[in-house]
């Protein structure tokens, strides 16, 4: 076989294990993202239990503060009781008026760590049940993963042999170029010439729609065994067999007898002859064209 026919069989299978390939890769990527964005909200579960912990022992740190307040200002109200001049009297005074600032201010610190450590309590329940839904997901996902990998891994398995064995008919150069193009545009690396205008030789590349000049579609008819890129987007080229000159098919030969006879009828005045349809045009051209690159 040659070159350009070898290259389109292992473009065929390549593209069969791409296929394959990128729905394991998805269904992969897709379960690795559930897992990491599980994991990101453990942690973020942890850092609310460490703070809601943090705030039930400033609470209870506030509780023993104001306990502990309140005993001593218990305690001077006794001695003022039993105070037995001024200066002694005024200075347990003064003392009793400071412990009862400093207990509303713990309070109030109190009531405020009681807040915060409710609303941490609330965040916690919501993050645990968005947890178990995530979870949910993930068991999904990996599900999913593990079906896709027993539908293609046998099917994906063969089909690795199979291009293998269509890359190993093909020369390191030109293997290693379809494997760069192929990586390039994602194992679009063939592209068919399109003839726009074989009349005026007039010729674009069925990817990106780039005009081909006309030296590589004769170059392209004539061998059959070299590797041409596409100037714009890379891909490697190949004619179609139908577009191959010479390449006339039964219909074709039956087409061109039928026009042979409708112009001879024409000629001797029996009837006008039939209009040329574009893909009976072409085929005319292309002969033309085969007939002239001979000479």
């Known amino acids: 076989m040659a070159l350009l026919d070898n290259l389109l069989t292992l473009h065929r299978v390549d593209s069969q294990v791409r296929a394959l390939r990128t729905r394991v890769e998805s269904a992969q990527t897709f379960f690795t993202a559930q897992e990491k964005l599980l994991a990101t909200l453990e942690r973020q579960k942890t850092e609310l239990e460490t703070q809601h912990r943090q ?117 390191d150069r ?24 074989l009349r005026h030789r007039e010729f674009a590349c069925g990817e990106c729609n780039i005009e081909v000049p006309f030296e590589t579609y004769a170059k392209l008819a004539s061998n059959s065994d070299v590797a041409i890129q596409c100037k714009s987007c890379t891909r490697i080229l190949f004619l179609a067999e139908a577009n191959h000159p010479g390449a006339a098919t039964e219909k074709d030969k039956a087409e061109a007898k039928v026009a042979k006879a409708a112009k001879a009828a024409a000629k001797a005045g029996l009837q006008p002859p039939p209009v040329m349809d574009q893909a009976a045009r072409d085929r005319a051209d292309k002969a033309k064209f085969e007939k002239t690159r001979k000479l």
């Open 55 to 171: 705030l039930q022992a400033s609470v209870h740190a506030a509780e023993v503060e104001q306990a502990a307040a309140t005993e001593r200002v218990t305690k001077l109200r006794n001695e003022l009781n039993t105070s037995t001049n001024d200066k002694q009297y005024k200075a347990i005074l003064n003392e009793m008026k400071v412990l009862e600032g400093s207990k509303d201010e713990i309070v109030k610190r109190a009531v405020d760590e009681m807040q915060r450590a409710e609303d941490t309590k609330k965040r916690l329940e919501v993050h645990a049940a968005t947890i178990a839904e995530r979870i949910k997901i993930r068991d999904v996902a990996k599900t999913k993963l593990e079906e896709c990998k027993g539908d293609v891994g046998e099917r994906l398995a063969q089909l690795e042999a199979e291009r293998s064995r269509a890359a190993d008919l093909i020369p």
């Open 174 to 197: 030109e293997r290693k170029l379809f494997d760069k193009v192929a990586d390039l545009t994602e194992g679009e690396s063939m592209s068919e010439v399109t003839i726009v205008d």
